[in-house]
């Protein structure tokens, strides 16, 4: 238990902690964002919408963040689309992305974009059950590191290979840089 998880309006000035053997190389959090190597994943689902990834070195557990010369890990940046209560008193949310297929680190899900002083509930998304605020809501963004490497494809059901059938784009349309 963290002191962000014991008083949560300390998450006003102080960033939730992270687990450095579960992100990427030169990840740091701040009250809003976690930056990686330099790159705001704000600013990356700003630039490439949601769901995104950024993958980089993957960092040696038990180095205090020293990266692997020959692993990599992702992480995704997904919306929120929906939350309804269940029944048990937790939270269902759905987002635009889907973190089953993949090897999602769902003990270190934060919330970027905002700071929430309320304390953390049990949320579902999909199979997984997370840690988020209890005030999350539409709109808002999570991002969860992953082990090892994901493809776009495995985290946004629209460009799972079956999708590709139907081109979005014209022909003569420059590619994008975010795989849109």
Do not use: F, K
């Not at 993957?58 to 692993?71: D, H, K, L, Q």
């Not at 992953?146 to 139907?166: F, Q, S």
Request: proline share 9%; hydrophobic share 40%.
């Amino acid at each position: 238990m963290t002191l962000t998880n014991l008083l949560p309006t300390l998450r006003l000035t102080l960033p939730d902690p992270l687990d450095r053997d579960r992100w990427p190389e030169y990840t740091t959090a701040t009250t809003q964002d976690v930056v990686i190597a330099g790159v705001s994943l704000l600013r990356l689902a700003e630039w490439c919408s949601t769901p995104c990834l950024h993958t980089a070195a993957a960092v040696i557990p038990g180095t205090g963040g020293r990266p692997s010369e020959t692993e990599l890990t992702s992480v995704v940046v997904v919306r929120v689309e929906a939350v309804s209560a269940r029944p048990d008193g937790g939270l269902a949310v759905r987002i635009d992305g889907d973190l089953d297929l993949v090897a999602a680190v769902t003990a270190e899900a934060r919330l970027i974009g905002r700071v929430s002083t309320v304390r953390n509930t049990r949320v579902r998304i999909g199979a997984a059950m997370l840690e988020l605020p209890g005030d999350v809501r539409a709109g808002d963004l999570v991002t969860v590191p992953i082990a090892g490497v994901a493809r776009l494809h495995d985290v946004d059901p629209r460009r799972h290979p079956a999708a590709e059938a139907a081109p979005t784009a014209t022909p003569d349309a420059p590619p994008s840089r975010c795989g849109r």
